[in-house]
């Protein structure tokens, strides 16, 4: 007899979705036990790095990834990380256990109420009517993740698996393709705002991912300067081409002088514009058009732009550079960088110019280290599409276990987070997942033993001492190594160029994670 499990493990094989991240509870256990030798189970310690891990094999692989949770305690663990998720545009199959279905409705141990638990970050929640629609659920769950590139969540309660499944139809497409072509009359709008500006400049955001080639192609014959979107969580142009700008500031007072230069501002995978603080007044001067293209129709639909196209980027761009003429090349504008020496304690400049001095031009860097990324922006250039990652809902916890999970998904790839310790603390389980699956990559802890960033915030607030306390007793390479990981603990400039120098060359096929506990002064220079 096939059961609704093996169906399930059918549809998973066809979409390439034979990874499970996750951490068990009772009502996935008939799922999980006895699992086919090609299904690879790989556990992590708590929920948050359950997702978190799967965004990381999301990212890397550019395909969804699947991660089980369990019923309400796991998926309530996991919200946060699905959000995060849902903001960098990951693509997750999420199945979620439920109690026994045939007594659901005497709401027994267990029974989870879970169909808005997550609130609107997943791109879709489903409760199958019947167990015989569960494997259908799990093939919809796959083309709504990719869709949408977001989490889509299947909700399965733990006597479906093995119900049979005889002569079932499945309500979903074996497979769906979405052309990434584009009309060039449909451009015409767009073409003709570029060809008649006379200054223009392009913000490149996190939705071009892959389509870098494209972007640069474009950027070239337009001769403009290309800006970074601020608090994206990805970076969407090589950032050290000539013509790469910087990244734009978060406030509308900043944005509106950055952006006073140009006459038309073409954002590309980018929203219209992220901001951080609130600050009154347009998002751009008097006399700058503001066009936007993206793939992503909420992002279309918010963007106060004067002219939006939904489509895939890279496409657009690829037609937009045969159809514009070729400009002279403008000179950037991009802030030069200020160098920064001190005779005393190591502060994160020194760590991230020294880490920049030997990164792999392909490493994959995820960075979650708020009062130090300015530093980041200004030293380390991403070369790379994977160059820069980040969360772009800005909640803590995502670095470790994002790391682990782009790692396992690209094992000769040089993976490298860069964390401040308070950061480190939200998803230190995923240490545990990195030793015990031997993933080789490198975490930068950059340890302050408090939260830099609010600090300085409570003091530019000028409301009064903030009553958050340092913790500076927290010792990160204890911590570590508890977990199994492999921990060194630095002091000094010398010691860190050392273990820099050990580490660097062997980092792309390191079979076992290393963390560098370095501590670190607070820059007073730092303005968040």
């Not at 659920?137 to 698996?161: M, S």
């Not at 014959?221 to 500031?249: I, K, M, N, T």
């Not at 062997?506 to 506990?517: C, W």
Request: glycine residues 10%; aromatic residues 4%.
């Amino acid at each position: 007899m096939t059961t609704v499990k093996d169906a399930v493990f059918d549809v998973l094989r066809r979409h390439g979705l034979t990874t499970l991240f996750c951490n068990p509870g009772s009502t996935e256990v008939a799922l999980l036990t006895g699992l086919p030798d090609d299904l690879r189970f790989v556990l992590a310690l708590h929920e948050g790095s359950v997702v978190g891990m799967a965004t990381g094999w999301a990212i890397g692989r550019d395909a969804p990834a699947l991660a089980v949770l369990h019923t309400t305690a796991g998926l309530g663990n996991a919200v946060g990380a699905i959000a995060t998720a849902r903001e960098n545009r990951a693509p997750l199959v999420v199945l979620v256990g439920q109690q026994d279905r045939r007594h659901l409705a005497l709401e027994p141990f267990l029974t989870g109420r879970l169909a808005g638990l997550a609130g609107d970050y997943p791109v879709r929640v489903d409760q199958p009517v019947r167990a015989q629609d569960v494997p259908g659920a799990v093939a919809r769950a796959v083309h709504e993740a990719r869709t949408h590139r977001g989490p889509a969540l299947v909700v399965v309660p733990l006597d479906d698996w093995d119900a049979p499944f005889e002569g079932e139809i499945m309500a979903a497409p074996a497979r769906l393709v979405r052309p990434a072509s584009v009309v060039d009359a449909e451009l015409g709008p767009l073409v003709e705002l570029l060809a008649g500006a006379e200054r223009p400049a392009i913000v490149a955001g996190a939705g071009v991912r892959d389509g870098w080639d494209a972007l640069v192609a474009l950027a070239e014959r337009l001769g403009c300067p290309v800006h970074q979107e601020s608090f994206g969580g990805r970076a969407g142009f090589p950032q050290d081409h000539p013509q790469y700008a910087g990244v734009l500031p978060a406030d509308r007072a900043r944005l509106r002088e950055r952006l006073a230069a140009y006459d038309v501002v073409l954002a590309v995978g980018a929203p219209v514009f992220r901001q951080y603080p609130y600050v009154p007044g347009p998002l751009v001067p008097p006399g700058t058009a503001v066009a936007l293209v993206t793939d992503d129709p909420a992002e279309a639909h918010r963007s106060p732009a004067d002219l939006a196209v939904l489509a895939a980027p890279q496409a657009v761009c690829a037609r937009l550079t045969a159809l514009l003429p070729q400009r002279p090349r403008a000179t950037s504008n991009r802030p030069e960088a200020q160098e920064h020496t001190t005779n005393g304690p190591l502060q994160p400049a020194d760590v991230l110019r020294e880490l920049a001095l030997r990164l792999p031009a392909d490493a994959a860097l995820i960075e979650e280290t708020p009062s130090a990324r300015p530093d980041l922006h200004r030293l380390v250039p991403a070369r790379t599409s994977l160059g820069f990652l980040s969360a772009a809902m800005g909640g803590l916890g995502f670095a470790l276990p994002a790391a682990v999970g782009l790692k396992m998904a690209l094992p000769d790839r040089p993976v490298v987070a860069v964390v401040g310790d308070g950061s480190a603390l939200y998803g230190l389980h995923a240490l545990w997942s990195a030793a015990h699956y031997r993933v080789g990559a490198l975490f930068v802890v950059l340890a302050n033993g408090r939260y830099a960033i609010m600090d300085r915030l409570a003091e530019q607030h000028g409301g009064g001492k903030a009553p958050w306390p340092a913790f500076d007793e927290i010792d990160m390479g204890a911590l570590a190594r508890s977990l199994g990981c492999p921990a060194v603990t630095i002091g000094s400039h010398a010691e860190l160029t050392a273990a820099l120098d050990d580490i660097m060359p062997v980092l792309p096929g390191r079979d076992s994670p290393l963390l560098l506990d370095v501590a670190v002064a607070v820059d007073p220079r730092f303005q968040p």
